[in-house]
């Protein structure tokens, strides 16, 4: 998921033509007061966190300040949050706009009716879903002709406009429209999106690029996310591959058996730390490459659980014994395996003579996995 921080929403939001109050980031609280003391964002000014949740109204991470001093603090604040687990390391520093009203628009995908879905509704500022489902207009989009007068209508009679207010947020709404499908976004979200006088400035911007459609987007690559630094490397060598907090290093086949592996080691007290995802490969070279990369976690042990469909046993086992052997001996962790199906036999033996545990059976070898985990420092 490409979740673009709020900043560079707003960049997207100004290209298509949306009203957005002047802003600037920043990284240090010097910073921030040097951009107040030179005019660059007018005072009273709004100092907002730069994280990928949202709800930072209510959470502390906006405030208010009216002097380049008050910034200066009210930066720090908020650099100093670890809010809702993610490390504040930016602020956005805006004009403080008079806000009239705070309205909610946004575009998405509605997947039970497979079209786009325009969400409206009058009571902006809060996070939808703590809106009740009656104040909440939802108009689907036929994709052919794209947004029409009609919806634009509807939703100005709903939020109770005024003509050049309705002319406004007609503009936004085409642009939202334009953006959901020519950034192939799966949710562009205003929220508030604010009546200032006669029209209205988007005071908040959620932009989400569909994941399939990244390669399409490098201006975006950029982008913060959440990913480790070994999350990255793996999806950049396309290896299904997420840290967790435990320590036991979990590799299987497709995302049902690897669910599944977690929870059976969770059943008898292990606490999976990494996980990777092989899917329908037996790419001895890529199941090594994705051991080599399981092995930079520094597991105290690991489990594999492999069924071959498609896949065949043995190769997979070829690929990790002799990814095995490029891992130091020094920095080597207890590997237990249960390979299940196409060419098992072949695959126990491999790794049998590697010195590997093979047992066959899950919960056995889940256990064998949890006890050689916790015999490690
Ligand atoms: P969220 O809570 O994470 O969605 O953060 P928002 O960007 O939506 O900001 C939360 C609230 O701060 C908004 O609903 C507004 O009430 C307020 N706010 C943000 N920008 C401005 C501004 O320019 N002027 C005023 N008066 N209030 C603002
Ligand atoms: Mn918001």
């Not at 998921?1 to 100004?14: D, H, I, P, S």
């Not at 953006?179 to 005071?203: C, H, K, R, S, T």
Request: proline share 6%; aromatic share 6%; glycine share 10%.
């Amino acid at each position: 998921m490409v979740k673009l921080a709020e900043w560079q929403g707003k960049k997207v939001f100004r290209s298509y033509g949306i009203p957005v109050p002047r802003g600037e980031v920043a990284r240090s609280p010097a910073e921030a007061e040097r951009l107040a003391r030179e005019g660059k964002v007018p005072l009273p000014c709004v100092v907002k966190a730069q994280v990928l949740s949202g709800g930072r109204g209510k959470g502390g991470a906006v405030r208010f300040p009216n002097t380049p001093d008050e910034v200066r603090e009210a930066t720090a604040d908020i650099l100093g949050l670890e809010f809702k687990g993610e490390k504040v390391r930016e602020v956005l520093l805006e004009e403080k706009l008079p806000i009239v009203r705070e309205l909610y628009v946004s575009m998405t995908l509605d997947r039970s009716q497979r079209l786009p879905v325009l969400i409206s509704s009058a009571q902006g500022g809060m996070e939808i879903e703590s809106v009740p489902d009656g104040s909440i207009d939802r108009q689907v989009v036929d994709p052919f002709p794209g947004l029409t007068g009609y919806e634009k209508r509807s939703v100005s009679k709903q939020f109770g406009l005024t003509p050049l207010q309705a002319r406004s947020v007609g503009g936004v709404l085409d642009a939202l429209w334009k953006i959901f499908v020519q950034e192939d976004a799966e949710l562009v979200e205003v929220n508030p999106l604010a009546i200032v006088g006669d029209g209205v400035v988007a005071l908040d911007a959620k932009v989400i690029i569909e994941d399939d459609a990244a390669f399409r987007h490098p201006e975006f690559a950029e982008v913060r996310d959440d990913r480790t630094e070994l999350e990255e490397i793996a999806r950049e060598k396309e290896i299904a591959f997420v840290q967790l907090d435990g320590n036991i290093g979990v590799i299987a086949n497709g995302a049902g058996l690897t669910m599944a592996t977690l929870d059976v080691l969770k059943e008898f007290g292990g606490a999976p730390g990494v996980f990777l995802d092989l899917g329908g490969t037996d790419d001895p070279k890529k199941v090594s490459e994705a051991f080599l990369l399981m092995a930079r976690a520094e597991p105290a042990a690991v489990f594999l659980n492999i069924f071959g469909g498609i896949t065949r046993c043995d190769t997979v086992a070829k690929g990790l014994v002799e990814a095995m052997g490029q891992v130091p001996t020094s920095e080597r962790f207890p590997l237990v395996a249960r390979i299940r199906g196409n060419n098992e036999a072949e695959g126990i033996q491999i790794l049998r003579a590697a010195g590997v545990t093979a047992i066959s059976d899950l919960r056995e070898a889940a256990q064998a996995a949890v006890e050689a985990a916790r015999r490690r420092p």
